[in-house]
């Protein structure tokens, strides 16, 4: 990722394993959520959204988990491959607006 | 391929030049964005624009030029950068606010 000089925080899952991966956002406003993934050299790629009237959405093997009484959200992935390496970020949108703010990330290794 | 196309890919400049950067989208989107990607911050929103016009004015220094002629193509006039003006610069695009932003591989941009 581009993330290079923060400090990630860093997961390290076996593959074939379920990764979790947390995020503590900060805007009790905020009303809709994104989880992006960026690989080395590349742009942010879109996974998964969810908004505030929902707390759990599924897509293909990622599951997005919402909890806005401790304002907490997470990215499951099931049975981890080695694609799924990169640096994973939430993304929160306040009062329905176009601004997005991004979390710092985390970066994902998995284990062949 | 994200549908969002940045140019140039890498650009090397010193304080006293002037170059663009250009994005374009092929999604059909109203709203079109720039962020700043550095090593020790998260992703900062720079610009908004919805329809050719700027709706987000974020604190970003004046050497910094957007410009939105149409709603499928952004540019990001540069001149008299500062060497921590150096990053990743990434455009990204929307239908409307409080959607799914799809981001291109960005511009590496460096400070001489």
């Known amino acids: 990722g581009e993330s290079v000089g923060l400090h990630l925080p860093t997961l390290s899952v076996q593959e074939g394993d379920n990764s979790i991966i947390n995020c503590a956002y900060s805007?009790?406003?905020?009303?809709?959520f994104i989880w992006y993934k960026q690989e080395s050299g590349k742009g942010p790629q879109f996974i998964i959204d969810i908004r505030s009237n929902m707390d759990k959405r599924q897509g293909q093997r990622v599951t997005v988990l919402l909890n806005k009484t401790v304002k907490h959200l997470s990215l499951q992935i099931a049975a981890t491959q080695p694609g799924d390496s990169a640096v994973y970020f939430c993304?929160?949108?306040?009062?329905?607006?176009?601004?997005?703010?991004f979390g710092s990330g985390t970066r994902l290794l998995v284990r062949p | 391929e994200t549908g969002v196309t940045q140019t140039p890919r890498h650009l090397v400049m010193g304080m006293t030049n002037k170059k663009s950067l250009k994005c374009e989208q092929h999604l059909g989107h109203n709203a079109m964005y720039w962020y700043k990607q550095s090593a020790k911050k998260p992703l900062e929103l720079m610009f908004v624009?919805?329809?050719?016009?700027?709706?987000e004015n974020n604190s970003v220094p004046s050497r910094f030029s957007p410009e939105c002629p149409n709603s499928s193509h952004l540019f990001l006039h540069l001149h008299t950068l500062q060497p921590e003006d150096s990053a990743l610069y990434l455009c990204a695009s929307s239908q409307d606010e409080n959607q799914p932003q799809h981001f291109g591989d960005g511009t590496r941009l460096s400070i001489l």
């Open positions: 624009y919805s329809l050719e016009e700027r709706v």
């Open positions: 805007n009790s406003a905020s009303d809709y």
């Open positions: 993304a929160e949108t306040p009062d329905s607006s176009y601004k997005l703010i």
